[in-house]
């Protein structure tokens, strides 16, 4: 069984940075892609980020040049900084692994 939990969301003003973790059990972040997605209330899901299991990694138009995704192996974690918050980062963002998703972690960017 598979479980992935997210965490490192908050309330956040705009300009600062977090640090997003997505834990996995049951199977190795390294062995596969992971991805991080965000839905924004209202609005469909958006790719964020992506980890592959030789290390690349990929990121979508909308934080990319503001943003990191990094892999530890030694906790079986995935982690997305985002630097640079704007309010349009406001979503609930989630970590998949092959067809699992986590339940998600709040950000909210806010003066």
């Known amino acids: 069984q598979v479980q992935l939990v997210e965490s490192g969301g908050g309330l956040v003003q705009p300009g600062g940075s977090l640090r997003l973790s997505c834990a996995a059990s049951?199977?190795?972040?390294?062995?596969?892609?992971v991805q991080w997605y965000r839905q924004a209330p209202g609005k469909g899901r958006e790719l964020v980020a992506v980890?592959?299991?030789?290390?690349?990694?990929l990121y979508g138009d909308s934080v990319k040049g503001r943003s990191t995704i990094s892999r530890d192996n030694a906790t079986n974690t995935v982690h997305l900084q985002i630097n640079n918050l704007k309010p349009e980062d406001t979503a609930i963002y989630y970590c998949t692994l092959n067809l699992y998703w986590g339940q998600g972690t709040q950000v909210t960017v806010s003066s």
């Open positions: 980890i592959g299991h030789l290390g690349t990694t």
């Open positions: 049951g199977r190795a972040v390294s062995s596969e892609n």
